[in-house]
C-alpha cells in the first residue's frame, strides 16, 4: 500500500463555509478549517489561541464604544449607552456626562473627530460635539456653526417648498421684530428658533401662529418687503432632521444625508470645518448639491480616502476633484453593492481599502481602488466564510495584529485575518459566555461591550489572560482569599494561580478562596477554542469523483508557547502530556512547550468522510499551533 504524508503549514484560508466541503480544489481548501472558534490566524499562517477578557468595569446596558485620541495625553474610550457617555483613559473613568442619545438611537449614530474633539450626528438629534479642555474638563455640546459680528449663522440652507411658493415680510430693520406671511402652508411649530433667509438676508423664527404665518426677528436688515420666491430656511433643524454621515475631507467638514435631503451631500468652506455659507462658488467656499440616479440613495456613510468616498442604500459613489471645489467637483457612481438601512456601522480603513458592511447578509465588502481601470471595486471579504457573517452591528481594526472585528448580531465576533501584500484574508470566530455587543480599538488595546447574566461590562482583550470576564492580581506575600470579582458574585470562576489550573471556586462577597495561598491569580469565565481541519483529500482524491480509503497513522502537531494540547483523532478528546518542562516554580502564567507533538491514529476512512483529527480545548493557558503534518497509507 502506498505511503502519504500530507502537512498545512497554513490556515490563512481561515474557517470555510460547510457549503465549500467539496471544493477540495480551491487553495482556500488545503489552507482553511471546517472550524476555527477562540483562535486568532496569524498573517504567517499558524493560529493562537484568543486572548482572554479582562474585566474593566460595569456598565449601565448596551450601546456605542468610541476611540478618541488625544494630542497630550493617552488616547480615551468614550461608552455611549441609554442617554449616557462615560469617559475612559488607560481602563479608569475619568468623566460621565449625559447624553441626548436614548439606546435605540445608538444604533444610528456616526462620528468623526477634529483634533481634540470628536463630533457625534444622528439624523433626530442636533449634531454634538465631545471634547476635553484643560485638566480633565469633559464637556457635551451642540455642534455651533460659526456666526458673523452681524449674527448670520453659517450653516447649510434649502428650500424645502415648492419652487413657487413666496414669502413677505412686514418690515426691513435690523433687530426689529416683523410678521413673515407665505403663500402656502410651510411654518411648523418647531420651526421656532430655526433661521430663514429672505434674499440672503437672515431672519430668526420668534413664534407661529398658523401654518402661513410667523413672527420672526430680522438678524440681517431685508431689502425690502416685497414678496420673493427667493427665500430658504435652515437645512438641518427638529422638523428638517440632522445630518446622517460626518467626515473630515481635503480641510472640510462634510455632512451626508439627512431625514429630509437623504441623498445631499454638504461640504464646508476649506480651513473652516463649521462655515457653510455657498458665497459666490469661489474655490474655498462652501459646496452643497445631491446625488441623481435611478435609485435610492439614502446616504449611510462617508469616509475620506483616496477621494470622498459615499456609502448609500443603493450603491458606492466617489467625489473627485483636485483639490474640490463648487467648480472642479465630480461625482461617480462606482458598484451597486448599498449599505444597511436598519443599522449604522462606520466603514473602516485597512491598507488602503475601505472596509464596509452591504445591505445582504453574510457579506463583508472592500471598497479598493483599481488603478488599471481608475474605477472603485467591491469584492466580499467574506465569499469563502459566509455563514460566519450574520447582521453585523458594530466593527473596528486593530492594526498592530492586523485583526478587523466585526460584532455580530448573534453575539459573537467574528475576526478577519487582513495581510494584503500576502493575499490573506482569513475568518475566525470569537465566542463567549455571553454576548458581545460593540468594539473599539484604542491605540493599542481591544475594548468590548459584552451582556453576561442580566449586567454589561466593559472588557479588553489581554495577553496575560486565558479566561473571560477575568481579573489578574499579584500579591507581595502568598494569600488564599482573593477579592475584586464583584461582577462575577454568585458565579464559579476557573482559577490560574502561581501558573497552576486551580479547581475552581465560587465567588461569594466578591471573593473566593484557593485551598493554597498563591503570589499571582487569574480568575474568571472559561472557554474554549475549537481547531477542526477540513476533511482530507489525499491522494487520488480528484475531480474524478473516486475517493480513496485513508488509513491515517499519526499526526505531528507543531507547537510554539503551548501549555495544554487536547486532542481527539477519533476515540474521544485526550490531554497529551508534554515532557517536563525543567522547572518546578511556576509565575504567573502555565508553563510552555514549544516542539512537536505526535499523536498515533488507529482505523480507516474515507479521506472525504470526516476529519482525522480536532483540538478542543477549554483549559486555560497559551496555545499556539504553526503546523500540522497527517501521514498514512492508501487503499482502494
Known sequence: MPRFCTTQTSFAG????????????????????????????????????????????????????????????????????????????????????????????LRHINYTQTADTVLIVHPDVAPQQVGCGDGEDWHLQPLRFRATEAGRIRQPHHKFADAAVTLSASGTAAGATITLTASDAVFQTAHVGTRWRLRDREVEILSVQSPTGATAMIREALVDTASTRDWTEQAFSAVRGW????????????????????????????????????????????????????????????????????????????????????????????????????????????DGATIFIPRHDGQVREFLYADVEQAYQSPDLALASAHLVDRPVDMDYDHQRR??????????????????????????????????????????????????????????????????????????????????????????????????????????????????PAHHLQAGLPYTHVITPMPMAGPGDGASGSCRVHRPVAVRFRLHETSALHVDVGTGVRALPFRRFGRDTFGPSPPSFSGEMTVRILGWGCGRDRPHWSITQATPGRFTLLSVATEGITGE
Not at 483636485?322 to 462606520?346: E, F, N, W, Y
Not at 479566561?467 to 482559577?495: K, M, N, P
Open 14 to 105: 481561515g474557517e470555510l463555509d460547510p457549503r465549500l466541503g467539496a471544493r477540495t480544489d480551491l487553495r482556500v481548501y488545503a489552507q482553511g478549517a471546517a472550524r476555527l472558534r477562540n483562535v486568532i490566524i496569524h498573517p504567517g499562517g499558524g493560529l493562537s489561541r484568543r486572548p482572554g477578557l479582562r474585566h474593566v468595569d460595569t456598565v449601565a446596558g448596551g450601546g456605542r464604544l468610541i476611540a478618541m485620541a488625544m494630542t497630550t495625553t493617552p488616547a480615551c474610550l468614550l461608552v455611549l449607552t441609554d442617554r449616557h457617555l462615560a469617559v475612559y483613559r488607560q481602563g479608569a473613568p475619568v468623566a460621565g456626562l449625559a447624553t441626548p442619545w436614548t439606546d435605540e438611537q
Open 243 to 350: 445630518p446622517v454621515a460626518i467626515t473630515l475631507h481635503q480641510d472640510r467638514l462634510v455632512f451626508g444625508g439627512s431625514r429630509a435631503l437623504p441623498n445631499r451631500l454638504w461640504l464646508s468652506r476649506t480651513g473652516a470645518p463649521f462655515d457653510f455659507d455657498l458665497g459666490e462658488g469661489l474655490d474655498d467656499q462652501a459646496i452643497d448639491f445631491p446625488l441623481l440616479s435611478d435609485e435610492n440613495n439614502s446616504i449611510r456613510a462617508v469616509v475620506s480616502g483616496r477621494h470622498l468616498q459615499v456609502f448609500t442604500t443603493g450603491a458606492e459613489w466617489m467625489v473627485t476633484g483636485s483639490p474640490l471645489s463648487p467648480a472642479r467637483i465630480q461625482v461617480h457612481r462606482q458598484t451597486r453593492v448599498g449599505s444597511p438601512a436598519d443599522r449604522t456601522v462606520a466603514p473602516v480603513m485597512v
Open 403 to 516: 485583526l478587523l472585528h466585526v460584532v455580530m448580531g448573534n453575539g459573537t465576533v467574528g475576526t478577519l485575518t487582513v495581510y494584503r501584500v500576502e493575499s490573506v484574508a482569513a475568518w475566525s470566530l470569537q465566542q463567549t459566555d455571553g454576548q458581545f455587543l460593540a468594539v473599539a480599538v484604542v491605540g493599542d488595546q481591544v475594548y468590548a461591550l459584552v451582556a453576561r447574566a442580566g449586567q454589561v461590562h466593559l472588557e479588553a482583550f489581554d495577553d496575560r489572560l486565558a479566561l473571560d470576564a477575568a481579573v489578574f492580581q499579584e500579591a507581595g506575600t502568598a494569600q488564599a482569599l482573593w477579592s475584586g470579582l464583584g461582577h462575577l458574585e454568585g458565579r464559579t470562576v476557573a482559577v490560574v494561580a502561581d501558573g497552576s489550573v486551580r479547581p475552581d471556586a465560587w465567588v461569594a462577597a466578591g471573593a473566593i478562596t484557593l485551598a493554597e
